[in-house]
């Protein structure tokens, strides 16, 4: 049994894919947090597509993909936030229309320069066994500064996110405040986009917290447990990984999927607690 | 007691000159000009859309002005922006998602962090001034509750307590008495009564005409201009309430005969009570029982 937990530590490769794997999850378990209660679960998905230009530069120009990527994401995320905030676009159809254009363009771009195939199914499923010890590196890095910035800004980004009007008023910068928002969740996806790809990195933003909203109450303490589940969820996707041969991406947010399942049947508002309700009497309504 | 109530020096104060806010292109306030001095309460009126919020909103920097001054004391407050920590905002309550997950105190110690800045952590006297207000508005008992799990008075009350741990000293209330319980409804009265003993300068707007006319020192009557700004005696007049309402304004002055009067006979609250306060006013709280005051 020990040999079976040990055995994907012995090589390199698999280990540094683990510590990756589990950095990044709990980074987007973190910020999800705010990404949901902001109601911006659909961010993730399309700031994965719009980082998809900036990957495939980096894969022509034999530079990191990581960085590259970063900088359309970030510039996509900070255009999504100027067409909402200037009330031009709804929230939703400024998403849309920035993440369709980009990955529509990083299409273009994958198509015209050749090896269509292998390129794409990487940039879209992941694969952080072929990530470079660079991208590596910096997906760790990625996750630890995220992590640091949303603690460091703690109050202000859930004041800003709570009541943005009285946040205002109370003097903290809101646009200031939202635009660091969107940078780390850029950052975050594109993060993610080495490790499950660009079409699964929403799960990892979206299914921890998720589970955490049904196990906690607050947000920094749904905030501690969804960093928990998504790092468990990265750990057990990998063993399923190494051991039945099963795309690491996929893998990892079935494991998210199963750990939210999991919440679903223990919360406290849960489907066995509501059994166990129906099963006991209600007690008469006291009188006061 | 039916002159104007003038407690503080005259210049201080909020002073608003001459205001105007657009949307687009159509003017929502036009030449609004209305003054709140310290200790007195300045009761917003008009119909649904007549500005009483944009004007708020304007105070507070959250809508950019199209014209006109707002001067805090003689000096100018900052327009579009430099929102001054002096101001303390109540919002609508339906304008945030009471199921974020925060509880009562969280939310209350949110008022201290404009003081406390980007990377401030709020410390053991940030903690005092939030029990302090939540106990303030009752609601000390409930301070370790999700705000989801509260009543609409007591989100209100939640709202106002976040107002005042800012320690502002011009507090700006959006409907506070809006769909609210009794209970809520006497505790914020009465709060407004000792916020005013205190010194603080209270922007207030509301539908209730009624309730406005018994607490407030001076009312201003709204619908894009001001159709009528003064003590609640001048102010409730049939052909005023007609030019902001339109003809149901007759029905209002109908319906408010008994408030006007009572109003011009003397306001419930005291105008003048120091912090020891007057002991016949301390054993009836506010808009508890009109009608003891009727008889002054």
Known sequence: ?288 | MTDAPHPAAPGTGLVIQDLSVAYDHRLVLDGVSVACAHGEILGLLGPNGAGKSTLLKAIVGLVPRAGGSIGLDGMPLGRGGAPSTRLAYVPQRHEVDWDFPLTVEDVVLLGRQGRLGLLGRPGKADRQAAHAALERLGMGPQRRALIGELSGGQQQRVFLARALAQEGDVLLLDEPLTGVDATTQAIVLDLLADLRSRGLATVLATHDLAEAARVCDRLCLLNGRVMAFGPPHEVLTTDALVRTYGSSGIGLNRDLGEEVTRATLGPALPHDAGPAGHPEHEAAPAGRHPHRRTGR
């Open chain 1, 1 to 288: 049994m020990l040999d079976l937990l040990a055995d994907p530590w012995r090589f390199d490769l698999t280990r540094r894919a683990m510590l990756a794997v589990i950095a990044v999850s709990m980074g987007c378990g973190v910020l999800g947090v705010l990404v949901v209660w902001r109601g911006l679960s659909f961010i993730g998905d399309a700031l994965a597509h719009c980082a998809v230009p900036g990957v495939v530069v980096g894969f022509l120009t034999r530079t990191s993909f990581e960085a590259w990527g970063v900088v359309s994401a970030l510039l996509a995320a900070w255009g999504m936030a100027l067409l909402a905030r200037r009330g031009w676009l709804g929230g939703d159809a400024s998403i849309a229309i920035v993440f369709t254009s980009a990955f529509a363009l990083g299409l273009a771009m994958i198509s015209a320069t050749g090896s269509y195939l292998n390129d794409l199914t990487e940039i879209l499923f992941g694969n952080p066994l072929a990530a470079g010890p660079v991208d590596i590196a910096l997906s760790a890095l990625v996750a630890l500064w995220v992590v640091g910035v949303v603690v460091l800004l703690y109050r202000p980004l859930v004041f800003a996110s709570f009541d943005p009007t009285a946040a205002r008023v109370a003097g903290l910068p809101v646009g200031l405040l939202d635009a660091a928002l969107y940078g780390l969740i850029a950052l975050a996806v594109v993060a993610g986009v080495a490790v499950v790809g660009s079409v699964l990195v929403t799960a990892l933003l979206i299914v921890p917290p998720a589970a955490a909203r049904l196990l906690a109450r607050r947000v920094w303490t749904q905030m501690a447990v969804s960093a928990g589940l998504g790092g468990l969820a990265g750990v057990l996707g990998l063993y399923a990984s190494y051991y039945l041969r099963l795309a690491t991406g996929g893998s990892v947010v079935l494991a998210a999927v199963a750990l939210f399942l999991a919440a679903l049947l223990v919360s406290p508002r849960g489907v066995l607690r509501g059994w166990a309700r129906r099963r006991t009497p209600r007690p008469a309504l006291a009188g006061r």
